[in-house]
């Protein structure tokens, strides 16, 4: 098994990105398809692309960790490069859809990787890309809720292929705002296992408007709370990104 299977690697990194075309004029009604697309938009959906460098903390048990990555992200593909500590240095994440690829120096060529194996503390490899939920999964709305006291839609969202990462995901999204509060990501029985909330202190410019962009993830352990993974974003750009840049033949070259 490589070392990047193991639970104490931390890269819970990048959130995202399966991104589709972002309109800042766009007006959402509140059906739970519209929610949801909003609230993926407000996660990094710009489709010319989008550069930004995440901090991963992790407490896994009493071990902590601390890893940086600079992600470039574009449509549905994404492409993470480790750049701290020095010795995870070299080392890339490639997502082409749901396709998730890992290199390193050493490695003759990419390797494959599931998106429900865990990597970072409690993210799994499909955390880092497989942020699309609109695309991934069926969405409907259980009941309305208050958080921060603001009404926000709670919705259940069922995966539409084994190969995404949750069976389920119930989702806390804002009726005013658009954005997702909080989620709960549960087997296919519907027991809660991990639990995540999100902040939006970052924005971008587009289309002359300034958009919410995510800034902060909490990921917790519902079993173990002192087990968790922070991702923390800055260096927020839009960028012009080639296709070519996420073709799996360029990274052992």
């Known amino acids: 098994m490589t070392r990047f299977l193991s639970p104490n690697l931390i890269l819970r990194v990048l959130i995202f990105t399966a991104l589709i075309p972002m309109s800042a004029d766009l007006v959402f009604a509140n059906s739970a398809e519209d929610l949801l697309e909003a609230s993926d938009r407000a996660r990094g959906g710009v489709a010319t692309g989008v550069t930004w460098n995440v901090r991963v903390e992790s407490t896994e048990n009493g071990t902590k960790s601390d890893r940086s990555f600079v992600i470039k992200a574009r449509d549905v593909n994404a492409l993470a490069e480790a750049t701290q500590p020095a010795k995870f240095k ?4 490639l997502f082409n ?3 998730m690829w890992f290199f390193k120096p050493s490695l003759r060529r990419p390797i494959a990787i599931s998106s429900r194996q865990r990597l970072s503390g409690q993210a799994a490899n499909g955390d880092i890309a497989s ?3 609109a695309r ?6 259980e009941r309305t809720e208050t958080l921060d006291g603001q009404p926000h839609k709670v919705l259940l969202l069922k995966a539409k292929s084994d190969q995404v990462t949750y069976d389920q995901i119930r989702y806390w999204v804002s009726e005013k705002s658009k954005l997702a509060k909080k989620a709960a990501f549960m087997t296919l029985q519907g027991e809660v296992f991990k639990e995540a909330t999100f902040d939006y202190g970052n ?3 587009v289309q002359g408007k300034k958009v919410p962009f995510i800034s902060k993830m909490i990921i917790t352990d519902v079993k173990n709370r002192k087990n968790k993974s922070t991702l923390s974003y800055s260096k927020l750009k839009l960028d012009s990104l080639p296709p ?3 073709n ?3 990274l052992s070259r």
Do not use: Q
């Open 136 to 141: 991934d999964y069926t969405a409907e709305i």
């Open 90 to 93: 070299g080392e890339v994440f």
């Open 248 to 250: 799996i033949n360029s």
């Open 97 to 99: 859809d749901r396709t």
């Open 203 to 205: 924005s971008i410019v």
């Open 244 to 246: 070519a840049i996420f």
């Open 131 to 133: 942020t699309n939920y």
